[in-house]
């Protein structure tokens, strides 16, 4: 080969190099949309944020793995910053571990435990009359029969509309 063939092939190399690697990130890409489409596209801002700090992980396949991964952590340190900063604003001061692992409970819906706070605090309006007592006319059994059948049926969001509802009648 002349001096003129081997500079030719050259470039030429490292252009299938180039279409090979986006071919593969392409793949990569195709991958981690499948793992859930709908999370996708804020997964793969994450990404793109993360590669401006290691600009070099976007250039492999390997790589990209890497920057979803990295992503990834930080889209869920941030939604549970952002889930803590929600149940501050709403019960207007930080919970504690005890507190988050009692709602964590309840919205979960471990009846064991539930049943348990239940029986314990059970509520039983009086029927005899029609006149409520003082304790009564603060208290709205409703709340509670509604946080208590969404707990009984795993009712995540009617738990928790029943437990405002409750802090909010308090």
């Known amino acids: 080969m002349n001096q003129y063939g081997q500079q030719v092939d ?7 190099d180039r279409t090979v690697a986006i071919r593969e990130i392409a793949g990569v890409l195709e991958d981690e949309a499948d793992k ?6 804020e997964r793969y801002a994450y ?13 492999t396949p390997r790589g990209v793995r ?12 941030n ?6 900063k929600a149940l501050e604003s709403i019960f207007g001061e930080p919970l504690g571990a ?5 709602l964590r409970t309840l919205v979960k819906g471990d009846k064991a435990i539930t049943q348990q706070n239940y029986q314990t605090n059970a509520y039983m309006p009086e029927t005899s009359t029609s006149i409520k007592s003082g304790s009564d006319q603060n208290r709205n059994p409703t709340y509670e029969m509604e946080l208590k059948e ?4 795993g009712d995540v969001d009617g738990t928790i509309a029943a437990l405002f509802k409750k802090q909010m009648a308090e």
Request: no cysteine.
């Open 10 to 16: 050259e470039p030429i190399e490292a252009k299938i």
């Open 36 to 41: 859930n489409r709908n999370e996708f596209q």
């Open 47 to 59: 990404a793109q944020y993360v590669s401006r700090e290691y600009p070099q992980l976007a250039r």
């Open 66 to 77: 890497k920057l979803f991964e990295l992503g990834d952590k930080l889209r869920t340190e």
């Open 79 to 84: 939604m549970k910053r952002n889930a803590g």
């Open 98 to 102: 005890e507190e988050i692992t009692r």
């Open 150 to 153: 969404s707990v009984e049926k």
